[in-house]
Each structure stands twice: as structure tokens, then as C-alpha cells.
């Protein structure tokens, strides 16, 4: 069992900057990869970023490409999620999930990912 807690969601301006973190705990953190996910009102949950279990390798949206970054400290069981220049179109709650097969060849997909977390509101004003 892993278990997954989002922080650092909240209501900023279009522009502004959020970090938000997940903390995992239950296994050995270094053993799985990590992504994020956002839902918005309406919508289907997508694909955001995703780190490799050394945090060596991340990939991300096209849509956020630029503006989000993705990293891991392993000593802290802990994943963030720097977002930077901010866009009304990027309200949304925000999921963290830990994948912990051996490969990461549909990373964009959902069902990919073996554990969630419970999401963090970020709501971008224009």
C-alpha cells in the first residue's frame, strides 16, 4: 500500500506561481515513478508530468510545457509540482499517483498509475 497527500493547492492570480507537493509513504519511495494529474470541472482527469523513480527523467503535457515543473527528493518521499505563469485554463484539482509496475510506457494514461492521492484545489483568477 502506498498511501499519497497532496498540498499546496489555493486561488492565485493568472500569472502567479504554485508549488504544490505530494508525500508518499507505505514503500520504499525510490521504487516507483510519480506523476500528476489535474480534473477539471466537466472534464476527464489528464496527464500533467511524470518523474522517473531517481528522478532522472520527466515528462510532461504539451499544454504545460515551459510553465510546470516536476521533481522528487527520495530522502523526503516527496514529489513536487512547480507551476509557474499560471492560466485560468489550469484550474483544476491536482492528483499526484505512484506507479509501481516495471515500465512507464503508457505514463499518460490513468490507469498506469496504481495508487492516488485525494487532490488539491488550484483555481487560477483572470
Known amino acids: 500500500q502506498v498511501q499519497l497527500v497532496e498540498s499546496g493547492g489555493g486561488l492565485v492570480q493568472a500569472g502567479g506561481s504554485l508549488r504544490l507537493t505530494c508525500a508518499a509513504s507505505?514503500?520504499?519511495?525510490?521504487?516507483?515513478?510519480m506523476g500528476w494529474f489535474r480534473q477539471a470541472p466537466g472534464k476527464e482527469r489528464e496527464f500533467v508530468a511524470r518523474?522517473?523513480?531517481?528522478?532522472?527523467?520527466?515528462y510532461y503535457a504539451d499544454s504545460v510545457k515551459g510553465r510546470f515543473t516536476i521533481s522528487r527528493d527520495n530522502r523526503k518521499n516527496t514529489v513536487y509540482l512547480q507551476i509557474d505563469s499560471l492560466k485560468p485554463e489550469d484550474t483544476a484539482v491536482y492528483y499526484c499517483?505512484?506507479?509501481?509496475?516495471?515500465?512507464?510506457?503508457?505514463?499518460?494514461?490513468?490507469?498506469?498509475?496504481?495508487?492516488w492521492g485525494q487532490g488539491t484545489q488550484v483555481t487560477v483568477s483572470s
Open positions: 499517483a505512484a506507479d509501481l509496475g516495471p515500465s512507464g510506457s503508457y505514463y499518460w494514461k490513468v490507469d498506469q498509475y496504481d495508487y
Open positions: 518523474i522517473s523513480r531517481s528522478g532522472n527523467m520527466a
Open positions: 507505505g514503500r520504499t519511495f525510490s521504487l516507483y515513478a
